[in-house]
């Protein structure tokens, strides 16, 4: 029986080296509250495990030109503490802070969700419907790739072997917008989504939407981006029919499977009245309103 | 309130809160559980398991296995040697042993996903895991049943080729999946449907719940090389530990000691073995120490849920709500052997109504599931969701108030239960006042809200038990029990014993010993153990403070009749004697001449116990988009005779209510097509988290102390798991505008039943 090698390097060149020389049985390492349970129920039997942790940075929230860059490997604790971010991307910050229970907040990180692709991960629809940007850092340097570009299906991404997602950049917020994520599980902590929905608008001065991005979770093999369901809140006052139609695009965009935890038809409807919901909420937020805060069903 | 039975209520220490005993160990993580005992040498168990949920073993072959270094012992079916068969009496039903063997390593067949196969003992859990791998087991595929309605079909697969229904006449032609039959009643059902003024029916499903208990189970077994054993397991009963295991190896028993731990919740389903023998087993193949624990998944596939249940139900009552008949067929799962709970379904089912004419057949059916264990009023919760739905059904027929109409059908001490006791010292129609009377019943809804309401029924148990108090040097006490404190016993023990005695409950320490150490007992189950085992405690007690008095007598040369007890201090009640108190202090630092140590031991079987009855109240409201329910106020009433720890017997209310919303709202074992459980997590089988459920409000009514215990205990720990299935589904249900008669209520199901799915 051969154990586990654990490592940690101290730059992400180091990291990249550890991957290309575990030749496919290295697995990087943030918080380990999928990678661990994993490796524990004997799903996951990597060789080398490589702990991203000691990477300058990785684990750090910063403000950069107005916008934000969160570390894939910062925990939930840190990003709910984090002021800044709360006031400019509370649906990212409520998404990021759903994941598991106080004790995973401490080590549970964006980037782990992510990557771990999970179609029904939480902050996965937040960061796309805020339009963030992964930063990736491979072999021949970084670059840059929307979240919704990254998962690919159940358990896969588009990553690399040997690349490194090092953290999300959020933009600068315009005014007058807001963001939120709702998510349905049948018990009210410690579940998983049986769907899940992200909305982020801005407004105009006067409160007509100017731009609007929905995402759907757990409904599909992967977070959804649904544009149609954008669409149909841009240039409305979020009155019924615009709602209404907001609703339909979200239910055309489902495609997903009848499991133990949900049916299609369940799926799908309740998608649609989460994306509504979510939809008010962003606005609320968006015209600096925290009314509806905390709605979450 | 007082029925007259008892002594003035003047107690000193019985119906106080104190710090339990146990407490402080368990919430700093000193306290010993089964899998945290080492032994020098000791080998790690790991067990193989059936990856189908009906097979023929062909072959296994654990040659590989054997030849890896590391692995000292592998054991299967053929290692056990089930001594003469027949049945041992398992805490709230009789286990067949042929079954319980081969449920801890299968025979020729496998019966359910997870059924164990084979073990091995190895030097690290490493080794133990690669050796499973390389141990081949060959099967032939059998079809497989799930579901207990389809079990009972013709053409169903049939699990067991020499089951022929029991209880039928003449005996079947062919073998089925139904083990048994059992049939009760009285009266004439057929004339009083016919003159019937209402009749309600329903078809009610409960789905498969597992006891949810946060201890997987754990032991480690030592063989002696001279044959004598021990076993440190959680359990139950240790002394149930010790019969099984000794029974399905062939042992004598005084060759096997069991040594419990401290138990993390039980809940009746451990109340039978998985582990111990096969540990045992291993261990003497090897002659080193094997330890094995389940892991979570294991727990789910392979130790007893408690049964699904399919039900119909057919009720006859006037028009003024009074019930003349009923008719029941109760249809419950088994799992892969015999002994589903449902003729305690049966006899539970109208045990809270006075009804004359009752006709109840119970089905107990087997299937490709794991073999159900007890949980917590094994067979009454199922029961009582259908009757109290149907009667539910029949209040808003009736347009009656739910708890005026249980007043009017309510048991009356003398009436005759449909089983055959009489009934007695019983507070139901006290407990639906008591419910009446509370604020949260006459508290006005919330538009969007609606209440449930519905009651329940438990026997609650006496039976054998053993029990000792030592007065140590000092004057202190300690008292011996036999059953594994899982609710808070020592508690109650030291307590009881504390208030015969006349100490304050500082002085008074109790311990759980080992089979070896104290007098045989029953297990932790059937509510018995305030009941019986504090019986022999306070026995035990009034034995010691005897020989106290006896003691004092002799030291001032006195007659016994002039010396008084009390608190603790014995007084010379002789005016023609000059003498100081003498106190238990004093009388222990002299013990050696009066006759030496100062103690007492009694076994005894504690005939009496009294029955009990819940009456629990929900207020929920449910999200018309999503179908998910949120309980918002909650309220348990109960008949607990006597409330020695109150906290405690508050804390069994609130923890019954718990598991049975979970079972209402959420809790299911989910199958697919191939007959695998799809849901061995605890993240898809979902029990309540402590954030979805408000703070639970109890009502102890101590209207009828039992008296025929010392200080008024009646059984507390099963009653309220009955009630809550039907409080939610009422409520639900008329949130819904319909009759919810499938439980789990999950938020697809409700969402469904609504029209909006
Ligand atoms: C009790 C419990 C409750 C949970 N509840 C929720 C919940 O409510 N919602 C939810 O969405 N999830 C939940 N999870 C799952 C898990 O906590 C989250 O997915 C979490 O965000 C994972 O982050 P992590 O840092 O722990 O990831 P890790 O376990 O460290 O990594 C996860 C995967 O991502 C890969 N990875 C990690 N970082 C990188 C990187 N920078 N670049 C490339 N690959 C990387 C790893 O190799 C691994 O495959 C729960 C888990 C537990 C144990």
Same mark, same amino acid.
Not at chain 2, 87 to 95: K, Q, T
Not at chain 2, 196 to 219: D, F, K, M, N
Not at chain 2, 323 to 341: C, D, K, N, V, W
Not at chain 2, 638 to 665: F, M, S
């Given at each position: ?191 998983? !989504? ?102 979450? +069903? | ?67 890896? /270094? ?72 059998? /079809? ?276 055959? !006791? ?32 519905? !009651? ?9 038990? +053993? ?49 070896? +150490? ?57 005016? &023609? ?69 109150? !906290? ?45 459920? /408000? ?37 639900? &249900? ?14 697809? +199901? ?8």
């Amino acid at each position: 029986m051969s154990g586990v090698e654990y490592i940690s390097p101290g730059t992400v060149a180091e990291a990249i080296s550890a991957l290309q020389a575990a030749g496919g049985n290295g697995r990087l390492l943030a918080g380990g509250t999928d990678l661990l349970v994993q490796m524990r129920g004997g799903r996951a039997k990597p060789k080398v495990v490589i702990d991203l942790k000691g990477i300058p940075g990785i684990a750090a929230i910063r403000e950069e030109a107005g916008g934000f860059i969160i570390g894939a490997a910062a925990s939930g604790a840190l990003i709910g503490e984090h002021e800044g971010l709360r006031k400019a991307w509370p649906g990212v910050v409520e998404a990021a802070n759903l994941i598991g229970s106080t004790q995973v907040q401490g080590r549970a990180s964006l980037g782990g969700n992510l990557c771990n692709a999970s179609p029904a991960a939480d902050s996965v629809p937040a960061l796309i419907a805020a339009g963030a940007i992964c930063v990736i850092a491979g072999p021949n340097g970084q670059r840059e790739a929307p979240v919704e570009t990254i998962q690919s299906g159940p358990g896969k991404t588009t990553l690399g072997k040997d690349e490194v997602l090092m953290a999300f950049k959020l933009p600068k917020r315009p005014a007058h917008s807001g963001d939120a994520y709702l998510r349905l599980i049948p018990r009210t902590e410690m579940d998983i !989504a049986v769907v899940g929905a992200a909305v982020s608008v801005t407004l105009d001065a006067p409160g007509k939407c100017i731009s609007a991005r929905v995402s759907i979770g757990a409904v599909a093999p992967t977070a959804l981006l649904v544009e149609t369901a954008g669409s149909a809140l841009v240039g409305s006052s979020f009155d019924d029919v615009a709602l209404a139609n907001l609703e339909a695009a979200v239910a055309v965009a489902c495609k997903p499977i009848s499991d133990k935890r949900g049916t299609i038809e369940y799926r799908t409807k309740v998608a649609a009245v989460l994306a509504r919901r979510a939809a008010l909420i962003a606005r609320d937020r968006a015209q600096g309103s925290d009314r509806a805060q905390g709605a979450a +069903s | 309130m007082s029925d007259g039975n008892q002594p003035p209520v003047d107690f000193k220490v019985v119906g106080q809160r104190p710090i339990r005993p146990d407490g402080v160990d368990k919430v700093t993580g000193r306290a010993q559980f089964g899998a945290d005992f080492h032994l020098p040498g000791m080998l790690t168990g790991r067990i193989k398991r059936s990856p189908h949920a009906h097979a023929r073993i062909v072959s296994i072959d654990a040659s590989a296995a054997e030849k890896l /270094p590391g692995v000292k012992a592998i054991v299967t079916g053929v290692d056990l040697d089930v001594g003469a068969g027949g049945d041992i009496e398992a805490g709230e039903h009789a286990a067949a042993m042929k079954d319980v063997a081969a449920n801890v390593l299968a025979g020729d067949k496998v019966f359910y996903q997870g059924h164990a196969v084979a073990a091995v003992a190895a030097t690290s859990p490493e080794v133990a895991a690669e050796a499973l791998d390389l141990i081949v087991v060959t099967y032939e595929i059998l /079809p497989h049943v799930i579901d207990v309605d389809e079990a009972m079909m013709p053409g169903a697969p049939v699990l067991h080729d020499d089951m022929y229904t029991k209880g039928v006449t003449p005996k079947p032609a062919k073998p089925s999946n139904v083990a048994q039959r059992h049939v009760m009643g009285r009266g004439d059902v057929k004339a009083a449907f016919a003159s019937a003024g209402v009749v309600i029916e329903g078809r009610y499903t409960t789905a498969a719940v597992h006891q949810g208990y946060i201890e997987p189970h754990a032991c480690v077994a030592s063989w002696g090389a001279d044959g004598q054993s021990t076993i440190w397991c959680s359990s139950q009963g240790q002394f149930l530990v010790r019969a099984m295991t000794a029974r399905i190896l062939n042992l004598p028993l005084s060759d096997l000691k069991v040594i419990p731990a401290e138990i993390g919740g039980g809940f009746g389903g451990k109340t039978t073995v998985y582990l111990e023998p096969v540990a045992l087993a291993l261990s003497r193949k090897c002659g080193r120490p094997v330890k094995l624990v389940m892991s979570r998944e294991e727990v789910f596939l392979a130790s007893g849920p408690t049964s699904g249940a399919s039900m119909d139900i057919k009720l006859a009552a006037t028009k003024d709500g009074k019930i003349t008949a009923a008719e029941m067929e109760l249809r419950y799962q088994a799992g892969a052997f015999a002994g589903s709970p449902v003729n305690l379904g049966c006899m539970t089912a109208f045990a809270c109504y006075d009804v004359e004419n009752l006709a109840l057949v119970g089905l107990d059916v087997v299937s490709n599931r794991p073999k159900v264990a007890a949980y917590r009023a094994p067979g009454a919760p199922m029961a009582a969701f259908a009757v109290e739905s149907a009667i539910d059904d029949l209040a808003r027929k009736l347009d009656m108030d739910p708890i005026d109409l249980r007043i009017l059908n309510a048991v009356k001490d003398g009436a005759k239960t449909v089983y055959g !006791a009489t009934v007695r010292y019983s507070a139901f129609i006290e407990t639906l006042e008591a419910v009446k009377a509370h604020p949260h019943y006459k508290a006005k809804l919330k538009p969007g809200q609606a209440r449930g309401v519905a !009651a329940g029924f438990w026997f609650n148990i006496g039976g054998e038990s +053993s029990a000792a108090v030592h007065v140590d040097e000092d004057g202190g006490a300690t008292v011996v029990s036999s059953n594994p404190d899982i609710g808070g016993s020592r508690a109650s023990m030291a307590m009881m014993a504390a208030e015969t005695l006349g100490l304050p409950i500082e002085r008074v320490r109790c311990t759980i010993a080992d089979t070896t +150490s104290i007098g045989f007992s029953g297990s932790t189950g059937g509510s018995r153990v305030t009941f019986a085992t504090g019986m022999a405690v306070v026995e035990a007690a009034q034995k010691v403070v005897a020989d106290l008095k006896r003691r004092a007598a002799q030291t001032w040369e006195c007659d016994i009749a002039h010396v008084e007890w009390r608190d603790g201090v014995a007084t010379c009640l002789d005016p &023609s004697k000059n003498v100081k108190p003498l106190s238990m202090k004093v009388l222990a630092s002299k013990s050696a001449k009066t006759g030496g140590p100062i103690a007492a031991e009694v076994s005894l079987n504690a005939q009496g116990a009294a029955a009990g009855y819940g009456v629990h109240v929900c207020d929920l409201e449910i999200d018309a988009e999503t179908g998910r329910t949120t309980v918002v106020r909650y309220t348990a009433a109960q008949d607990v005779g006597r409330a020695i720890h109150p !906290a405690y017997v508050e804390g069994q209310l609130q923890g019954g209510a718990a598991q049975g919303v979970g079972w209402a709202l959420n809790e299911e074992y989910v199958y697919n097509k191939q007959g695998l459980l799809d849901n061995a997590s605890f993240l898809d089988y979902r029990m309540p988290v402590a954030s979805d459920l /408000p703070m639970i409000d109890t009502i102890l009514v101590e209207a009828k102390p039992n008296p025929r215990h010392p200080y008024g205990a009646k059984g507390v720990g099963e009653v309220p798991i009955v009630p809550p299935l039907a409080a939610v589904s009422n409520a639900v &249900s008329a949130l819904v505008g319909k009759r919810m008669t499938a439980l789990p209520l999950s938020p697809v +199901s409700v969402l469904a039943a609504m029209g909006k799915g």
